[in-house]
């Protein structure tokens, strides 16, 4: 069964440096999500991307942040100059259509800034 | 505002005792609600949505647009039903989810 992949899993980073986590969404999928969940709170969205271009966005996705479909199959996330509050978990989600239609999500990549 | 409340994080219940896992939903418009599910050391996965009206793993949940609820019910636990539950709701253009905190349903022996 397909799925979507997100690695790495972990990725550990001192405050101030980049991240990029990678997704690979389900290959025939067109809409595109990153969601986030800090420890002990609820799952956040973040920012859906469809015909190679944000769709929408939260509040959360300033400045820091920013999307990319680099090539046909990725699909990243980058975070610049991380803070401590960045730390959470952040999962990449894929759908078929909009609609209805259900959001596939990765594992997730446990994003720790030190 | 668009918001989905899950008033317990904690539902602890013996195996073959009904389950009821509440939801609360706000939202100006028609939206999309889901229930999804994530197992130990498992991905997030869809369990069900209103719009299919079905019935998965002995789970349901009725719309009730009036209580504004889409509680999730199933009449007999079973311990493999142990898990975190999140309610959500999908609306606007892109279908993004929005997710409550989630309860977590201990099934005991």
């Known amino acids: 069964e397909p799925e979507v992949t997100q690695t790495p899993s972990h990725q550990v980073t001192q405050m101030g440096q980049e991240v990029i986590l990678r997704c690979v969404p389900i290959s025939n999928h067109l809409y595109f999500y990153w969601y986030r969940q800090i420890l002990g709170q609820k799952v956040e969205f973040l920012v859906s991307?469809?015909?190679?271009?944000?769709?929408?966005k939260s509040e959360i996705f300033d400045d820091q942040f920013s999307v990319e479909r680099p090539d046909g199959s990725n699909f990243t996330l980058k975070i610049r100059s991380t803070k401590l509050e960045d730390s959470a978990m952040y999962f990449c989600a894929s759908s078929e259509t909009g609609g209805d239609t259900e959001a596939f999500f990765g594992q997730g990549t446990r994003l720790t800034v030190v | 505002a668009q918001r989905v409340t899950q008033p317990e994080k904690l539902l602890s219940v013996f195996k073959g005792a009904p389950v009821e896992l509440k939801c609360n939903y706000s939202?100006?418009?028609?939206?999309?609600l889901f229930w999804y599910v994530q197992y130990s050391r498992q991905r997030l996965q869809l369990l069900l949505r209103?719009?299919s009206r079905e019935s998965i793993k002995g789970f349901t949940a009725d719309l009730n647009k009036g209580e504004t609820s889409f509680h999730l019910k199933k009449p007999f636990a079973q311990e493999e039903d142990s898990a975190m539950y999140y309610c959500a709701l999908s609306g606007g253009a892109t279908n993004k989810l929005i997710f409550g905190t989630g309860t977590l349903l201990a099934v005991q022996p």
């Open positions: 991307f469809y015909n190679n271009e944000i769709s929408e």
């Open positions: 209103h719009i």
């Open positions: 939202y100006s418009g028609s939206p999309e």
